[in-house]
């Protein structure tokens, strides 16, 4: 009705300067604009209530004055078609919105002799422009979802738009991090190249990137990442956290064997990866600096894929935990990716992951206080450089073994219980310790290994006429120290029933820790001495 009746101010006017009569024209548009309005109200107003059940037109009259009062003060005498449908389109927008406030929500028009099935109704067809702002498009700034070309351009628009706090309502999270209500960067399916990081700088949070891929194009920086949260200069505080909540889930990240990885969290709190695929990375698919709790879950990670011709030379981590408290939970690092992950700083879990990588170490500990829960080694060792509070648990060990090369003299708090080492019989040893000597406290070895070795063993020995009985743990013993032992001993025919004086010896102050010796006083005519050696302090 207004896009007519502008028509008509516009168009008489026209033709008022030409000399033209406007009679038919007034005639023309009165006709015009009661079929208009009959149309508009039979095909564009018909509503559902939001029970299922059917309901008046919401009592036309009460919707046509509000449609009137919402543009009377747009119309104008004389508009052009643009400045019409503009105010049409607001018009109609005002009126769905109240109708939706109150339950109500507006159907597509329905074409009778269509053979396509009838639209399902969509009850969040109409959103405020605030809300639709929090859903960013990159197709929308200009972006290729095909991939053919560059898009950087475009994301750093849709990142402009993704970072705008002036749209959004003034929100802090902790400290002065600012809230972006869930703002999402969607790519909607497609395959995006860029050559330069989408970046999410200091103090903002609550924001999320999903549903699609990225793709380093061959100019990407080499030392970058292809999402990077945060940076080393902020301070954030008490927890050293100058990001919170951001969220990166159901995409794929190829760095192409170009971009250092795909995503590094510097300094977040609250950080969440997955599901994600990560592929092409040089140093790292996820990398997390400082900051505490990023949890990375339902994810893969691999250098090349293991269809894929090896590299001869690579440094690749498919996960590094350079910060604390982190979750990495029912991930896979597969061939290949030099090592699976890394943890460089403390109190991190490890959770139902399985490393195949295909790089001989699947997952290396250099820090206290890191926990992994049935996880699967598979043909990859976990080594542990630092393993005083390590604990691993229910995890299974596929040919492959337990390397201990902690340098510190004390080892204090190492936990490895009700694991199961197979090793197919190859003869490969399920535990090494590769650092002698040092000392074990409290420390727990409970596993079914597999083999006959274990942290407590007892030998006999029988001789006669010795004085000294000498043992080798080295073949029984799970470590290659005796840090305890005690001793029995039993003499046939002892002179005047009494046993001689006698001592036991641990050589542990020079090269043969697995050995230790029973000295008696004097020659013994026959005697039977039993041995029991300890690797552990407990």
């Given at each position: 009705?207004?896009?007519?009746?502008?028509?008509?101010?516009?168009?008489?006017?026209?033709?008022?300067?030409?000399?033209?009569?406007?009679?038919?024209?007034?005639?023309?548009?009165?006709?015009?604009?009661?079929?208009?309005?009959?149309?508009?109200?039979?095909?564009?107003?018909?509503?559902v209530?939001?029970?299922?059940g059917?309901?008046?037109?919401?009592?036309?009259?009460?919707?046509f004055?509000?449609?009137w009062?919402?543009?009377r003060?747009?119309?104008?005498?004389?508009?052009?078609?643009?400045?019409?449908?503009?105010?049409?389109?607001?018009?109609?927008?005002?009126?769905?919105?109240?109708?939706?406030?109150?339950?109500?929500?507006?159907?597509?028009?329905?074409?009778?002799?269509?053979?396509?099935?009838?639209?399902?109704?969509?009850?969040?067809?109409?959103?405020?422009?605030?809300?639709?702002a929090?859903?960013?498009?990159?197709?929308?700034?200009?972006?290729?979802?095909?991939?053919?070309?560059?898009?950087?351009?475009?994301?750093?628009?849709?990142?402009?738009?993704?970072?705008?706090?002036t749209?959004?309502?003034?929100?802090?999270?902790?400290?002065?991090?600012?809230?972006?209500?869930?703002?999402?960067?969607?790519?909607?399916?497609?395959?995006?190249?860029?050559?330069?990081?989408?970046?999410?700088?200091?103090?903002?949070?609550?924001?999320?990137?999903?549903?699609?891929?990225?793709?380093?194009?061959?100019s990407?920086?080499?030392?970058?990442?292809l999402?990077?949260?945060?940076?080393?200069?902020?301070?954030?505080?008490?927890?050293?956290?100058?990001?919170?909540?951001?969220n990166?889930?159901?995409?794929?990240?190829?760095?192409?064997?170009v971009?250092?990885?795909?995503?590094?969290?510097?300094?977040?709190?609250g950080?969440?990866?997955?599901?994600?695929?990560?592929v092409?990375?040089?140093?790292?698919?996820?990398?997390?600096?400082?900051g505490?709790?990023?949890?990375?879950m339902?994810?893969?990670?691999?250098?090349?894929?293991?269809?894929?011709t090896?590299?001869?030379?690579?440094?690749?981590?498919?996960?590094?935990?350079?910060g604390?408290?982190?979750?990495?939970?029912?991930?896979?690092?597969?061939d290949?990716s030099?090592?699976?992950?890394?943890?460089n700083?403390?109190?991190?879990?490890l959770?139902g992951?399985?490393?195949?990588?295909?790089?001989?170490?699947?997952?290396?500990?250099n820090?206290?206080?890191?926990?992994?829960?049935?996880c699967?080694?598979?043909?990859n060792?976990?080594?542990l450089?630092?393993?005083?509070?390590?604990?691993?648990?229910?995890?299974?060990?596929?040919?492959?073994?337990?390397?201990?090369?902690?340098?510190?003299?004390?080892?204090?708090?190492?936990?490895?219980?009700?694991?199961?080492?197979?090793?197919?019989?190859?003869?490969?040893?399920?535990?090494?310790?590769?650092?002698?000597?040092?000392?074990?406290?409290?420390?727990?070895?409970r596993?079914?290994?597999g083999?006959?070795?274990?942290?407590?063993?007892?030998?006999?020995?029988?001789?006669?006429n010795?004085?000294?009985?000498?043992?080798?743990?080295?073949?029984?013993?799970?470590?290659?120290?005796?840090?305890?032992?005690?001793y029995?001993?039993?003499?046939?025919?002892?002179?005047?029933?009494?046993?001689?004086?006698?001592?036991?010896e641990?050589h542990?102050?020079?090269?043969?820790?697995?050995?230790?010796?029973?000295?008696?006083?004097?020659?013994?005519?026959?005697?039977?001495?039993?041995?029991?050696?300890?690797?552990?302090?407990?």
């Amino acid at each position: 009705f207004f896009m007519v009746r502008a028509h008509y101010f516009r168009m008489t006017a026209d033709w008022k300067r030409e000399g033209s009569g406007s009679g038919v024209l007034f005639f023309i548009f009165v006709v015009v604009a009661i079929v208009v309005v009959a149309v508009d109200f039979a095909d564009g107003d018909r509503m559902v209530a939001s029970d299922g059940g059917s309901s008046p037109l919401l009592e036309q009259s009460d919707v046509f004055a509000r449609k009137w009062h919402s543009v009377r003060q747009l119309i104008k005498q004389s508009m052009t078609i643009e400045e019409a449908k503009e105010v049409h389109r607001r018009a109609m927008f005002g009126v769905k919105q109240h109708a939706a406030s109150h339950g109500h929500f507006f159907f597509p028009r329905q074409q009778p002799f269509s053979s396509q099935p009838a639209v399902e109704p969509i009850h969040n067809s109409y959103k405020s422009p605030s809300a639709s702002a929090q859903d960013i498009n990159p197709v929308d700034y200009g972006a290729d979802p095909s991939g053919d070309t560059d898009s950087t351009m475009a994301f750093q628009a849709c990142m402009a738009t993704f970072l705008n706090t002036t749209t959004k309502r003034n929100a802090s999270m902790a400290i002065t991090i600012f809230d972006l209500g869930g703002v999402t960067l969607n790519l909607h399916g497609g395959a995006f190249v860029i050559s330069q990081p989408l970046v999410i700088p200091p103090y903002f949070g609550n924001a999320h990137i999903v549903q699609g891929t990225l793709r380093a194009s061959p100019s990407f920086p080499t030392n970058r990442y292809l999402i990077e949260i945060g940076n080393m200069t902020c301070q954030g505080g008490s927890q050293a956290s100058c990001n919170e909540f951001i969220n990166i889930r159901d995409v794929m990240l190829d760095a192409s064997h170009v971009a250092a990885g795909g995503v590094h969290i510097i300094r977040t709190m609250g950080a969440t990866v997955g599901p994600a695929f990560v592929v092409g990375f040089v140093e790292a698919g996820v990398k997390v600096t400082f900051g505490h709790e990023t949890m990375i879950m339902h994810s893969w990670f691999a250098e090349y894929y293991w269809s894929q011709t090896k590299p001869t030379k690579s440094k690749s981590v498919g996960i590094q935990l350079d910060g604390y408290d982190n979750y990495v939970t029912d991930t896979v690092i597969f061939d290949y990716s030099h090592v699976g992950v890394v943890m460089n700083h403390g109190t991190n879990m490890l959770a139902g992951v399985h490393t195949w990588n295909g790089g001989g170490v699947g997952i290396v500990n250099n820090a206290l206080g890191n926990r992994m829960v049935g996880c699967f080694l598979d043909t990859n060792a976990l080594e542990l450089d630092f393993a005083s509070q390590f604990t691993v648990s229910n995890t299974f060990f596929l040919n492959t073994q337990l390397i201990v090369n902690d340098f510190v003299p004390l080892i204090d708090g190492l936990v490895v219980s009700g694991n199961t080492f197979s090793t197919n019989n190859n003869n490969t040893q399920p535990i090494v310790v590769n650092n002698v000597p040092f000392v074990l406290m409290n420390t727990a070895f409970r596993d079914n290994i597999g083999v006959t070795k274990n942290t407590i063993a007892t030998l006999q020995l029988t001789q006669e006429n010795m004085a000294t009985f000498s043992f080798d743990f080295s073949n029984v013993l799970l470590f290659p120290r005796i840090v305890k032992a005690e001793y029995s001993v039993g003499i046939s025919n002892a002179a005047g029933g009494e046993i001689p004086l006698s001592y036991l010896e641990l050589h542990d102050n020079d090269d043969q820790p697995t050995r230790c010796s029973v000295h008696f006083n004097e020659t013994i005519s026959r005697a039977t001495v039993t041995v029991t050696a300890y690797n552990l302090w407990n």
